[in-house]
């Protein structure tokens, strides 16, 4: 814990690249962990995030995502959040780069937060185009199963990069530019293994920064890492006397 509060102080550029195992200290599902969504008997979690499925059937989204992404109101940022905002307020910390979608970290207080598999906190019909935002959709869900657009009637989508849709290239080239910069860069709670954002730390490497890991099971990039560490809780504990 000593070494990586001193790598962390010492880092000319520390970023920061969360998954959904952080959240899990927020009370909220996973997805690939061992009581993941992908684990579940009564999900389908390829069916709720697919594109060509949600313009199907959009109730199957809506009901199952009700659970986890439309009460987020209730949930409150975790340990790993807020000491990453505060590690960010205290200067150690320069972005934090996320495949989650809970919208958590500016919730803590990060700033500057990429979010390369979308967010929830915009909404659009897909026939016109109105862009709505999260408050309310979740509004028209406490009526409706699926919400609709008020000037069209046009199915309504949160601005989650689905299955067979492209990820935001923007987030995507701010995403690689961070990682590249990084001297240091904390992977947390992610299972590297959805593309091309697992990708990510081999910039960090190639740039000849050093790659830390925090994540209970394995992942296919911990033969490059520094040090891999398994309790998140642990790590954060100890960040949390840096001052």
């Known amino acids: 814990m000593e070494r990586l509060k001193d790598q962390i102080k010492n880092a000319r550029y520390c970023v920061a690249f969360t998954g959904a195992g952080i959240s899990t200290l ?34 199957y989204f809506y ?36 495949q989650n979608i809970d919208m958590l970290h500016q919730k803590a207080g990060s700033k500057n937060v990429i979010e390369i598999h979308g967010s929830p906190s915009c909404h659009h019909c897909l026939q016109c185009g109105k862009t709505y935002t999260y408050a309310e959709v979740a509004g028209m869900l406490d009526k409706v199963t699926v919400p609709h657009c ?11 990069i689905f299955f067979e849709e492209m990820l935001d290239e923007t987030a995507v ?57 398994g309790d998140l809780e642990l790590v954060f504990n100890a960040t949390a006397e840096l001052k």
């Open 173 to 229: 080239d701010r995403a690689t530019a961070e990682a590249a910069k990084a001297d240091l860069l904390l992977i947390l709670g992610s299972s590297l293994v959805v593309q091309p954002a697992a990708s990510l730390p081999l910039y960090t490497r190639q740039n000849g920064g050093a790659i830390i890991i925090v994540n209970d099971s394995k992942t296919p990039l911990d033969y490059l890492a520094e040090a891999r560490y």
């Open 63 to 98: 009901t199952h995502a009700r659970d986890f992404i439309y009460d987020l109101d209730a949930k409150e940022p975790g340990l790993v959040h807020t000491e990453l905002a505060r590690l960010e307020q205290m200067g150690w910390i320069k972005a934090v780069i996320t």
């Open 26 to 59: 927020a009370g909220i599902r996973d997805f690939r962990g061992k009581n993941g969504i992908y684990k579940s008997s009564d999900i389908d979690a390829d069916k709720i995030f697919s594109l060509s499925y949600f313009k199907k059937d959009p109730a």
């Open 150 to 160: 008020d000037v069209c009637n046009g199915l309504i989508k949160p601005d989650i």
